[in-house]
């Protein structure tokens, strides 16, 4: 993980993502899945470039049960975007690197 890059664990996540007065991007994420390990570049310099404006973290699906069951977490990566609490946006996969920026961006207004 980056610098930039958060930990959302079921324990933080009410905290740090649901109460966070800033949007949120939570990458669902394994250390075993390849497009997971391919995506983590991006959403490293994507919580560099929206640092302090937006948080932007990973939650390992597999040390966090409960937060994935929630959220009916089925295939990953996914990528929830939330803000006020609530889910904005939802990308499941590898979304093209301008179409997340855009997505994020939209997180500060």
Known sequence: MGQHTLEFTDDNF??????????????????????????????????????????????????????????????IPTLLLIKNGEVSETFRGMPPQAKLEEAVTSLTA
């Open 14 to 75: 009410q905290q740090e993502v649901l109460d966070s007065s800033t949007g949120v991007l939570v990458d669902f994420w394994a250390p075993w899945c390849g497009p997971c390990r391919q995506i983590a570049p991006l959403i490293d310099k994507l919580a560099e470039q929206f640092s302090g404006s937006v948080k932007i973290g990973k939650l390992n699906i597999d040390d966090n049960p409960t937060i994935t069951a929630k959220y009916g977490i089925q295939s």
